[in-house]
Each structure stands twice: as structure tokens, then as C-alpha cells.
């Protein structure tokens, strides 16, 4: 199976992901958490920056990682638009190392995103680009797709990978985009 030419996707506008806003669910996360903040996030699959903007606002220390330079190249003309700040690189998060480990990692349709032969490698990066005890934010998307990108997953697949390596410390359905309501599903682990 090929793998999706993303930058390709980017430069005829053939993205359906782009909302022109960040996840509700992530948006009521921040305005729930306020305690949080300072800490280090990653944002990886970022695409044109609207979650990593969205980070920023909470005054995390925010960094957002993507393989395609058109997503890279959105977010750090949108994030300086906005007179936010948060650092942006050319990465591919399942095989790169990270430059530091860090205290979050926030996903958001990426691992819906890549072939599920590839779920393997996204945990053990998951697990690479978080500190010890550094938390992962995911907004799962729950649909039976097997045609994707997007790739289905249930609620079943994402505890049998992440459980033997992060402890679940909450789980919810969360607000969404319109068409993707009571498709996702939030989990909040903690890197063990
Ligand atoms: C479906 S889009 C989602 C973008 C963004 N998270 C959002 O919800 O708007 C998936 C993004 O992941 C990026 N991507 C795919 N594989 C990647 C990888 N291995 N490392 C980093 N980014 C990747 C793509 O370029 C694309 O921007």
C-alpha cells in the first residue's frame, strides 16, 4: 500500500480535516484545566496549527511537528497572524527522535491518520517523545473506516496498545465538529 502523499493533499486542497478551528473537545479540555499551563507540549501531525494556537492560548510552551512544509509552512504564518507563539518543524513523528521529552503530547486525527500497519510505531514514538509521568491527550476517532486515511479504530484497539504502557487517568465523549459528533473519544493517560 502507498503511503499518503500529504504534502500533495496540502497544495491541491484536498483537506477535509481542516475545520478553520481547533477540537472542541481539546478547547473545553484548556477552559476546564486552567491550572495547567507553562508545562512543554507537542502537537505532532499539527497540520496548519489551529490545536498548537489553541495550547499557545493556555500559555503552554508549544511545539508542533508535521511532514508536509505546506502544514508547517500554515501554522507559522497563522500562529504569527494570531500574536501567538509556538515553534514549528518538519518532522516525522514515527521516526524521528524528539529534540527534548515532553510533559504533554496532544493527538488529534494522526493516528487515525497513518496506516494501521503503523500503530505499532506510533505508540513506541508516543513513548519516545514523552518524559516520564508526562501526560497523552488524545481525541480518538471512532469510526469503522478501514478504507482511510481516516482509519477507523474502537475504543478496544486504543487500551490494548496504550494500557501495558500509560496509566488511564480519565476518559469522555467530548463536543465536536458537527459531522463528527459522538465519533470521538477522549482519553487522558499518563506515561508510566
Ligand atoms: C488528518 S491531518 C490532521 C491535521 C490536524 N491534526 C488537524 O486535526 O487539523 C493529519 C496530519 O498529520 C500529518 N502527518 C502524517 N503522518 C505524519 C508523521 N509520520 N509525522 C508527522 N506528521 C504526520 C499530515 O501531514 C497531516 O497534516
Not at 472542541?24 to 479540555?29: A, S
Not at 509521568?133 to 482511510?148: E, F, T
Given at each position: 500500500?502507498?503511503?499518503?502523499?500529504?504534502?500533495?493533499?496540502?497544495?491541491?486542497?484536498?483537506?477535509?480535516?481542516?475545520?478553520?478551528?481547533?477540537?472542541?473537545?481539546?478547547v473545553?479540555?484548556?477552559a476546564?484545566?486552567?491550572?495547567?499551563?507553562?508545562?512543554?507540549?507537542?502537537?505532532?501531525?499539527c497540520?496548519t496549527?489551529?490545536?498548537?494556537?489553541?495550547?499557545?492560548?493556555?500559555?503552554?510552551?508549544?511545539?508542533?511537528?508535521?511532514?508536509?512544509?505546506?502544514?508547517?509552512r500554515?501554522?507559522?504564518?497563522r500562529?504569527?497572524?494570531?500574536?501567538?507563539?509556538?515553534?514549528?518543524?518538519?518532522?516525522?513523528?514515527?521516526?524521528?527522535e524528539?529534540?527534548?521529552?515532553?510533559?504533554w503530547?496532544?493527538?488529534?486525527t494522526?493516528?487515525?491518520?497513518?496506516?494501521?500497519?503503523?500503530?505499532?510505531?506510533?505508540?513506541?514514538?508516543?513513548?519516545?517523545?514523552l518524559?516520564?509521568?508526562g501526560?497523552?491527550?488524545?481525541?480518538?476517532?471512532?469510526i469503522?473506516?478501514?478504507?482511510?486515511?481516516?482509519?477507523?479504530?474502537?475504543?478496544?484497539?486504543?487500551?490494548?496498545?496504550?494500557a501495558?504502557?500509560?496509566?488511564?487517568l480519565?476518559?469522555?465523549v467530548?463536543?465536536?465538529?458537527?459531522?463528527?459528533?459522538?465519533?470521538?473519544?477522549?482519553?487522558?493517560?499518563?506515561?508510566?
Amino acid at each position: 500500500m502507498s503511503h499518503t502523499d500529504w504534502e500533495a493533499r496540502y497544495q491541491s486542497g484536498d483537506m477535509p480535516w481542516e475545520k478553520g478551528a481547533p477540537s472542541p473537545g481539546l478547547v473545553d479540555f484548556l477552559a476546564e484545566h486552567r491550572d495547567l499551563t507553562g508545562e512543554t507540549v507537542c502537537v505532532p501531525g499539527c497540520g496548519t496549527g489551529h490545536d498548537a494556537r489553541e495550547w499557545a492560548q493556555a500559555d503552554f510552551s508549544v511545539y508542533g511537528y508535521d511532514l508536509a512544509p505546506s502544514a508547517i509552512r500554515l501554522s507559522i504564518e497563522r500562529t504569527r497572524a494570531a500574536g501567538l507563539h509556538a515553534e514549528f518543524q518538519l518532522v516525522d513523528f514515527l521516526r524521528e527522535e524528539p529534540p527534548f521529552q515532553f510533559d504533554w503530547i496532544f493527538e488529534h486525527t494522526l493516528y487515525c491518520a497513518i496506516y494501521p500497519g503503523e500503530r505499532k510505531q506510533y505508540v513506541q514514538a508516543v513513548r519516545r517523545w514523552l518524559k516520564p509521568g508526562g501526560r497523552y491527550l488524545a481525541v480518538n476517532y471512532l469510526i469503522p473506516d478501514h478504507d482511510g486515511p481516516p482509519f477507523g479504530t474502537t475504543r478496544e484497539e486504543l487500551i490494548e496498545r496504550f494500557a501495558p504502557h500509560f496509566s488511564l487517568l480519565s476518559e469522555w465523549v467530548p463536543r465536536s465538529y458537527p459531522n463528527r459528533t459522538g465519533l470521538e473519544l477522549m482519553i487522558w493517560w499518563r506515561k508510566i
